[in-house]
């Protein structure tokens, strides 16, 4: 298995390469520059934290996926600013909103994902209806509370600075993804619970005569996926100074692509979060690489769509006995 999983981030990893050195063929010197990559760099953390909460949701089994974390995301950002604007000034204490800002947005995340958990593992909800279902409560509530308007955070720089300030050439709110990304990788490694939830993936009944409280860990499952999709919530809100309930649609589709991308598998048990973060930067760079060819959008969601059924296609089909029969 650990062996899979290694050939999966090497394979990655070249995916990356080769994508780097097509763009740089294709689209000229300017796709590799400094500019440019810094660029990239900074709209990876956004997908790729909502692929980390997918990949939790996915390695834990029973058909688990989390398709309301984009809309959580944004309501995080929205409910937060709404909340803090109106006790802290942002432009007489600047630093002080920021971290009550994220603080705020952060608490939101975890009550969100706890509800998708509680709901998951105690009211007998499949993972695929009670997130689609919560997404549109996260979704109803944006609207309701913005009017189904943007809202404009305006510029308040030390939020600024996270969503769009490079230091020593990596912007922050890259460096704080591979941080999170770093620390989530391992729990999932080493501690009780990354143990314990591969288990439950691979092998639901055996986790469960093995003592493993099977709904405690699918409702802390979920509330770090809340987590990590209000981190995303706060990144956008910096990286746009705005927030708003439809940001990021097609986040859902992309986030799901990477996870598979990645090897996780839709059954359970299998995935790693450096394939994860692979796997997002190449998706990113290819996206980036369809813009500065002038490919159009719907072009872009036409092809994750394709590829997303070919991957998932080709983990269902064993192809070794059909080749055993050609012989």
Not at 155 to 167: F, M, S, T
Request: aromatic share 8%.
């Amino acid at each position: 298995m650990r062996n899979g999983t290694e050939r999966q981030a090497v394979f990655l990893a070249l995916i990356n390469v080769v994508v780097l050195a097509t763009g740089a063929v294709l689209a000229g010197a300017n796709f590799v520059d400094s500019y440019n990559l810094q660029i990239m760099a900074a709209q990876v953390p956004e997908l790729g934290l909502l692929a980390l909460g997918v990949a939790l949701a996915m390695i834990s089994g029973n058909g688990g996926i989390d398709l309301s974390g984009i809309a959580l995301a944004n309501l995080a950002s929205i409910l937060a600013y709404l909340a803090i604007s109106r006790m802290i000034d942002p432009a007489a204490a600047p630093l002080a909103f920021t971290w009550v800002f994220a603080v705020t947005a952060i608490a939101v995340g975890v009550a969100g994902g706890l509800l998708n958990g509680l709901v998951i593992a105690y009211a007998g909800l499949t993972p695929l209806i009670a997130t689609l279902g919560s997404q549109l409560v996260f979704t109803g509530i944006a609207v309701w509370l913005t009017g189904g308007s943007a809202v404009g955070l305006g510029y308040i720089p030390p939020l600024d600075n996270l969503g769009n300030l490079p230091v020593l050439g990596v912007p922050l709110c890259f460096a704080l993804f591979i941080l999170v990304a770093a620390l989530l990788g391992f729990v999932l490694r080493v501690t009780p619970f990354g143990i314990k939830l591969t288990l439950m993936g691979s092998n639901d009944k055996a986790a469960r005569y093995g003592g493993i409280p099977t709904r405690k860990m699918i409702v802390l499952t979920y509330t770090i996926a809340g987590v990590l999709a209000s981190i995303a919530g706060v990144i956008i809100a910096a990286r746009n100074s705005s927030v708003k309930w439809d940001y990021g649609s097609s986040y859902v589709l992309i986030a799901i692509l990477i996870a598979v991308l990645a090897g996780v598998r839709p059954e359970g048990g299998h995935g790693r979060v450096l394939s994860v973060v692979l796997a997002a930067t190449a998706l990113q760079m290819l996206s980036s690489l369809f813009n500065f060819m002038g490919i159009s959008n719907f072009f872009r969601d036409l092809a994750w769509g394709v590829l997303l059924l070919a991957l998932l296609a080709s983990a269902r089909i064993q192809i070794s006995p059909w080749l055993r029969m050609r012989r």
